[in-house]
């Protein structure tokens, strides 16, 4: 089991470049999260997956766009990059239920740098 | 609104010094309270998930109390590889997501 994998795991953008960062889970879990960690401001969440072609809003939503074509796939979307999203990203899965609820597994993270 | 405050924002401790983190948190309807470890550059590492006041885990020098507003991380004679990022996190109501705290930055010197 590889876990959840995120590519790709460095990235430099220029502003109002696009980009799509790539998150796979081989757990067979339901939902899938994006997040964003700066210093002092912790994990936020950006959007969510509760199943495959379902997404939500989190905390921090503007600027990103999330697709969830299959279960085992969540893709975040930056279409005009903005020098205020350079930060490291995260992606998380997990699955509803049972003794191990909402315990979310983590990617290695993608470090996003926007000149 | 869901909210997690950790502290001590960092904590520096000797080898063999024991202490403990808190998490206060505020929360409609806790469905579960959770520890993560992060190391420097890597992902948050799942630790703990604590569902009711009282409840107890343990985990080789790391132990996790519950109460109705906050949780304890208590490090038993703490080592260097006990350095890292403790993070707290919340998921409450009917959320199918987590609130995390920002996280207690522990230091363990020889």
């Known amino acids: 089991n590889a876990g959840v994998t995120q590519t790709p795991k460095f990235r430099v953008l220029k502003t109002g470049q696009s980009m799509t960062l790539l998150c796979a889970q081989d757990m067979n879990h339901e939902y899938m999260y994006w997040y964003r960690q700066d210093p002092g401001m912790g994990l936020r969440l950006i959007h969510y997956s509760v199943g495959e072609g379902t997404t939500a809003k989190g905390e921090v939503p503007d600027g990103y766009n999330v697709s969830r074509l299959k279960k085992q796939n969540f893709l975040l979307g930056l279409e005009s990059a903005a020098p205020s999203q350079t930060s490291v990203y995260f992606c998380?899965?997990?699955?509803?239920?049972?003794?191990?609820?909402?315990?979310?597994?983590f990617g290695p993270g993608t470090r996003l740098t926007v000149l | 609104e869901d909210q997690v405050t950790q502290s001590p924002e960092a904590l520096r401790l000797q080898e063999g010094e024991s202490s403990s983190l808190n998490c206060s948190y505020t929360?409609?309807?806790?469905?579960?309270l959770f520890w993560y470890r992060q190391d420097p550059g890597k992902g948050p590492e799942f630790l703990f998930t604590?569902?009711?006041a009282g409840e107890e885990k343990e985990k080789e020098r790391l132990k996790a109390t519950l109460t109705k507003k906050e949780s304890f991380l208590h490090i038993t004679a703490p080592k260097p590889e006990d350095s890292a990022t403790y993070l707290c996190a919340v998921c409450g109501g009917t959320a199918s997501k987590l609130t995390f705290g920002t996280g207690t930055r522990l230091q363990v010197t020889l």
């Open positions: 604590l569902y009711s």
């Open positions: 998380a899965s997990s699955s509803f239920g049972g003794s191990s609820y909402n315990e979310q597994f």
């Open positions: 929360v409609s309807g806790l469905r579960g």
